[in-house]
């Protein structure tokens, strides 16, 4: 149980252009995912908390035009990164919260975007 | 000073070994504690939480000490396998979680 996909798994894609990630809870309902970043030899950055049917909490130095956040059931979560540049090359990485459950978080697989 | 710190390693540990890292926090507040284990361009693996007194499983072995503000990992008979980033992570009453760096671990043959 508590299984998370995330698609796609690896994208390149052209500056300027907008990426999409998809995050679903397969096996389990999630009334909160989060959305992080890690860029090579860091630590996990989270850059924001969905909840379902409400607006994103974004952290602070992260712009919610620039990676809009949906929520909109209670088993998918998406971040669609907007105009990307180079910069936002990184690993992206949702987890999601079971509801009802403790603190614990489990991680989606992970998506490797590219700019080029 | 960051949340949650961790020795960044590597500890550089032969096969078969115990190896034990500790990982502090700083909100007294905090409610729940994990180790996660993440391999190198993976997602992060929720390894076992951490319970107040403490818990076992298999050869590793976790630990909470409030009154000193860290939790601890413990690894006996280390596995060639067990080469990875650990990271502990804990939370408050709002489900986010708070990371630490993660501690990098190399098993040699």
């Known amino acids: 149980g508590a299984v998370v996909s995330q698609h796609p798994s690896w994208v390149i894609c052209k500056s300027g252009t907008s990426v999409k990630i998809e995050c679903r809870s397969l096996d389990f309902q999630a009334t909160t995912m989060f959305w992080y970043r890690q860029f090579p030899k860091q630590s996990l950055m989270l850059m924001a908390t969905?909840?379902?049917?409400?607006?994103?909490?974004?952290e602070q130095g992260v712009e919610k035009d620039k990676f809009l956040i949906n929520h909109a059931s209670l088993t998918l979560s998406t971040l669609t990164v907007t105009s990307a540049h180079p910069e936002d090359s990184s690993f992206y990485i949702c987890s999601a919260r079971q509801s009802g459950a403790i603190n614990e978080q489990f991680f989606g697989p992970g998506t490797r975007l590219t700019v080029l | 000073r960051k949340e949650v710190e961790q020795d960044p390693g590597p500890f550089n540990v032969p096969e078969g070994a115990t190896v034990a890292f500790n990982c502090t926090y700083s909100n007294s507040a905090s409610q729940s504690f994990f180790w996660y284990r993440q391999d190198c361009r993976k997602e992060p693996k929720l390894l076992m939480s951490?319970?107040?007194?403490?818990n076992e499983d298999g050869r590793f072995t976790a630990q909470l000490n409030r009154a000193s503000q860290y939790i601890s990992l413990l690894i006996r008979d280390s596995k060639l396998s067990d080469s990875a980033t650990y990271l502990c992570?804990?939370?408050?009453?709002?489900?986010?979680?708070?990371w630490g760096a993660g501690t990098k671990l190399i098993i040699k043959p």
């Open positions: 969905s909840n379902e049917g409400s607006k994103a909490t974004y």
């Open positions: 992570a804990v939370s408050h009453s709002n489900y986010q979680l708070i």
């Open positions: 951490v319970y107040s007194s403490g």
